[in-house]
Nanobody, 123 residues
Framework: QVQLVESGGGLVQAGGSLRLSCAASGPIFRINVMGWYRQAPGKEREMVAT???????NYADSAKGRFTISRDNGYNTVTLQMNSLKPEDTSAYFCLCNADIKTIWVRRGLVYWGNGTLVTVSS
């Protein structure tokens, strides 16, 4: 199966920046979409940003103008650069990968989640 390893979370003051990275490994035939979601305590998981294999990006309104998502197809990694962080960005951030994987045949469109990395923004 596909494994996702996230890094880059931590504690930062409001107005600061953090960079999250996620690397996917395993029997990957093709990655369709990678992205980042977040979930604060007591709240539902919400999309932050996604990027397709064609480099089409999608951002939550709260992330537009502050966050930038990018991917390195050669290394199956996705990065989220977060600037001008606010206390309301405090959350656990989860990497998402939608991929076609190689088994006896190619299984398409499987979704995998990372274990999450914590981002805390102090005021």
């Amino acid at each position: 199966q596909v494994q996702l390893v996230e890094s880059g979370g931590g504690l930062v003051q409001a107005g600061g920046s953090l960079r999250l990275s996620c690397a996917a490994s395993g029997p990957i035939f093709r990655i369709n979409v990678m992205g980042w979601y977040r979930q604060a305590p007591g709240k539902e998981r919400e999309m932050v940003a996604t990027i397709t294999s064609a480099d089409t990006t999608n951002y939550a309104d709260s992330a537009k103008g502050r966050f930038t998502i990018s991917r390195d197809n050669g290394y199956n990694t996705v990065t989220l650069q977060m600037n001008s962080l606010k206390p309301e960005d405090t959350s656990a951030y989860f990497c998402l990968c939608n991929a076609d994987i190689k088994t006896i045949w190619v299984r398409r469109g499987l979704v995998y989640w990372g274990n999450g990395t914590l981002v805390t923004v102090s005021s």
